[in-house]
């Protein structure tokens, strides 16, 4: 636990960043009647009933020294979509010559033999810092999730892939425009 709070408390270095990732399933849901639209005098309805189209995976990266998000939206996660998206996500957004810190859980897609076996082709790139196990509320990634969650993704059904490929870039896009830098208050385990 100690690890992961030290890389939260380093000075920001674009050469050396620190980078939360994590990837989320959400399930695509269409309508089977209209929903109500609010009116005077009258609050806005879903149905209970609903269409289970498919599920959608969700990988996103948060940089907490920074607030800067990355996310990619595919139809499925197996352990090779997790390699690729690590070597796509940070490839794509940090200069090669950077030190990548990337915060993990110890689930099994982070350290697949596939996502093993794309790390070694870049030796010294990359340094891991893993979440205990049971504590991946450690990793700020969830914090971002739970946003998303609360705010562009709230209180409604997305029924197919590409809408959720156009709604959830589009607010990544306005939580860009406004960083904001996670502040995890260290406390004091007592431990020397």
């Known amino acids: 636990m100690e690890d992961v709070l030290e890389v939260y408390h380093l000075p920001y270095d674009p050469r050396y ?49 920074s607030g800067k998000r990355h996310v990619a939206i595919t139809e499925r996660r197996t352990r090779k979509d997790w390699a690729q998206q690590i070597k796509e996500m940070l490839d794509e957004h940090y200069p090669p010559e950077a030190i990548i810190r990337v915060v993990l859980d110890n689930h099994s897609a982070p350290i697949s033999k596939e996502t093993m076996a794309y790390l070694a082709t870049r030796p010294r790139r990359f340094e891991y810092v893993h979440t205990p196990k049971h504590g991946s509320w450690l990793n700020l990634i969830e914090c971002a999730f739970s946003k998303m969650a609360r705010t562009f993704l709230r209180h409604i059904r997305v029924g197919s892939i590409d809408e959720l490929k156009t709604r959830i870039p589009k607010g990544i896009d306005e939580i860009n425009a406004s960083p904001v830098v996670f502040r995890w208050n260290k406390f004091d385990l007592g431990v020397d």
Do not use: H
């Not at 639209?37 to 806005?44: E, L, S, T």
């Open 17 to 65: 960043p620190v980078v939360c990732m994590d990837e989320s399933s959400k399930q695509l849901m269409g309508e089977v009647r209209e929903p109500v639209p609010c009116a005077p005098g009258r609050i806005a309805r879903m149905d209970d009933e609903y269409v289970r189209n498919s599920v959608a995976e969700i990988f996103m990266e948060v940089e907490p020294l």
